[in-house]
Structure formats: C-alpha cells, structure tokens
C-alpha cells in the first residue's frame, strides 16, 4: 500500500492550494488521517487530522486559514488550504492510521508561499 499526495506548488501569499492523498491497495479500517509538514531543520509537526468519524484538529497556526476532509470510499484526505502565509512554505506529508496502530506515510508534496 502506498500513499500518493499531490496538489503542491508554488502560490502567492493571500492565494489557496488544495492537497489530496489517496491510498492504492486497500487498507482495513483506517482510523485517522492527517496532515503533517516539515521545513529543513525542523521537527516534522502536525498540521490538521480528521478521525474515521470526523472529528477534526488543527495546529493553532492554521485554525480558520486550512480545511482537512476525507472521503471514506476512496481512501483519500484532503487539506484545503486558504489565505496562505510565506510561513506556511514546508513539504506536507500525509499520513493514515490503521487499524492495528499501523503507520502510513504519503512521499510529501511541497507547497512554497511566495510574499
């Protein structure tokens, strides 16, 4: 099973980019998926995860700016996201969790916010 992101690139600060992953192969009982970003030298850090029954949670920095959804029947999550900063320049990564704890992790797509 791998995880294909897409939908980076470059955009101007203020401007919107909306990030999708989907799942090839079946994974049994995906329990959260997520979002997580990551700039050179820094920790990898949770951007938005959506629960199998829809709860969402954001990191404070994107509360209001970024939308995280998942469509169920195709193993695919996806990250609105609007109003974007230069700070929000990083490669995102998706991620699933699985039934059992087991980890999924998409390539990364980079998303660089120009001023």
């Known amino acids: 099973v791998q995880l294909q992101a897409s939908g980076g690139g470059l955009v101007q600060a203020g401007g919107s980019l909306r990030l999708s992953c989907a799942a090839s192969g079946s994974i049994f009982s995906i329990n959260a998926m997520g979002w997580y970003r990551q700039t050179p030298g820094k920790q990898r850090e949770l951007v938005a995860a959506v629960t199998s029954g829809g709860s969402t949670n954001y990191a404070d920095s994107v509360k209001g700016r970024f939308t995280i959804s998942r469509d169920n029947a195709k193993n695919t999550v996806y990250l609105q996201m609007n109003s974007l900063k230069p700070e929000d320049t990083a490669v995102y990564y998706c991620?699933?969790?699985?039934?059992?704890?087991?980890?999924?992790w998409g390539q990364g797509t980079e998303v660089t916010v120009s001023s």
């Open positions: 991620n699933f969790i699985a039934a059992g704890k087991v980890d999924y």
